[in-house]
Every structure is written in structure tokens, then in C-alpha cells.
């Protein structure tokens, strides 16, 4: 059974410059929920999408956007990037929070 | 929202030796999982353990939640076991999502 799969792996972007991120969950999760890591936040939570639905919202700017499609891939999309944006972004799955969630290798974002 | 705290927050080790990683929150939770970063990032699942005992190899977790505490256990440790470990809880309160602990960064001396 393949993993939880994002990608791309590592990225380099501009600062004012868009980036998208892709997250491709479990066979048949249909939960998908993305995290930022950074040295001096640790792991905070993004977004969690079950279905198509935006389900949870992290405590972060608008810049930061997600969507799912039917397929439950799922993308992250942060417009007009910020230094402090360089991260490593994780994305999980879940068949059911009663069964726990299983991430990705994480796509590691950095904004010159 | 709730809090996790992990400690120790850096723990030395020569391999071999056994340690036990605790993990501390302050409500109750409906999931509680520990993880292992990887040097490459990625976040490895050890156990998912709202509560109870598991074990899995020299690895084993316990999680009283009604004293709202989680022990992670290392025997025999080994150079491969280094890295940072993470518990993450998911509040009992409908919100599906991990909050993550600070993590405990383990090295293995050789």
C-alpha cells in the first residue's frame, strides 16, 4: 500500500512569488490535513480537508489556501511569499481520526 | 487551546542504554500518537495510544489519560533511534487535528 506521497520534494521560490504544493493521501483516506514546521513555531497545524471540505483551519493568514479534489489529492497553495514562509511543509492522512495519521516526506519550502 | 509538553527536551544516550520520553497535555484527548522525525523530515508513526499499553520491538508507550500524561519507551537503544520524537494529541472535542509537543531530541552515542 503506497504512502501518503507530496510533492515536490524541496523548493525554492522568490519572495512576492506564489508556490503550490501537492499531497496525494492513502488509498482510500479521504482525510487530509497539512502542517508547517519551522525552527521557532515547531509543527502547527494548517488545514484538515475531509471530502472536499475545509473541515479545521489553523491560525494562519489567508495567504495560506488549500483545496481537495474527488480524488482526495490534495493541494496548498501560499501566495505572495514571505521569508519567514521557508518551511517544511507536512501533509497526513487518516482514514479516521480513531486510527491516527500517517504523513508524508514533507516538501521543504524555501523563500529567498 | 490544549498544551503538550514534552520532556527531556535533549536526551544523550550511549547506545544500548534504555529511556523513557514523557509527554504531557492539558485536557483530555481522542487520539495521541508518538512520532519519530527522520533525518530527512519525515514524521515515521510509532503508536497510536489515546490510552493503554502497546509495544512493538524495543519500542513500548503508555498513556494514562486520566492523568493526562504518555511515557514512550526506548530499550537497547541503538545509533538508529536518534532523531527528534514527537507526541501529537487530537482534542476531545470534534476539531480533528494534531497538536504537537515540542519534541525530544535523542542521540545515540556509538
Known amino acids: 500500500k503506497a504512502g501518503v506521497t507530496q510533492t515536490p520534494r524541496y523548493l525554492i521560490k522568490t519572495r512576492g512569488q506564489q508556490v503550490t504544493l501537492s499531497c496525494s493521501p492513502i488509498?482510500?483516506?479521504?482525510?487530509v490535513s497539512w502542517y508547517q514546521q519551522t525552527p521557532g513555531q515547531g509543527l502547527q497545524f494548517l488545514f484538515e480537508?475531509?471530502?472536499?471540505?475545509?473541515?479545521n483551519k489553523g491560525n494562519f493568514p489567508g495567504r495560506f489556501s488549500g483545496r481537495q479534489f474527488s480524488n482526495s489529492r490534495s493541494e496548498m497553495n501560499v501566495s505572495t511569499l514571505e521569508l519567514g514562509d521557508s518551511a517544511l511543509y507536512l501533509c497526513a492522512s487518516s482514514s479516521s481520526p480513531n486510527y491516527g495519521y500517517t504523513f508524508g516526506s514533507g516538501t521543504r519550502l524555501t523563500v529567498v | 487551546g490544549i498544551q503538550v509538553e514534552q520532556s527531556p527536551p535533549d536526551l544523550i544516550l550511549q547506545e544500548g542504554a534504555n529511556s523513557t520520553l514523557r509527554c504531557n497535555f492539558s485536557d483530555s484527548v481522542n487520539n495521541l500518537q508518538w512520532f519519530h522525525q527522520n533525518p530527512w523530515g519525515q514524521l515515521i508513526n510509532l503508536f497510536y495510544i489515546p490510552s493503554g499499553t502497546k509495544q512493538n520491538g524495543r519500542l513500548s508507550a503508555t498513556t494514562v489519560a486520566t492523568e493526562r500524561y504518555s511515557l514512550l519507551y526506548i530499550s537497547s537503544s541503538q545509533t538508529t533511534d536518534s532523531g527528534v520524537y514527537f507526541c501529537?494529541?487530537?482534542?476531545?472535542?470534534?476539531?480533528?487535528?494534531?497538536?504537537f509537543g515540542t519534541g525530544t531530541r535523542l542521540t545515540i552515542i556509538p
Open positions: 480537508y475531509f471530502s472536499e471540505t475545509q473541515r
Open positions: 488509498s482510500g483516506h479521504r482525510s
Open positions: 501529537a494529541v487530537d482534542p476531545d472535542f470534534g476539531n480533528e487535528k494534531l497538536t
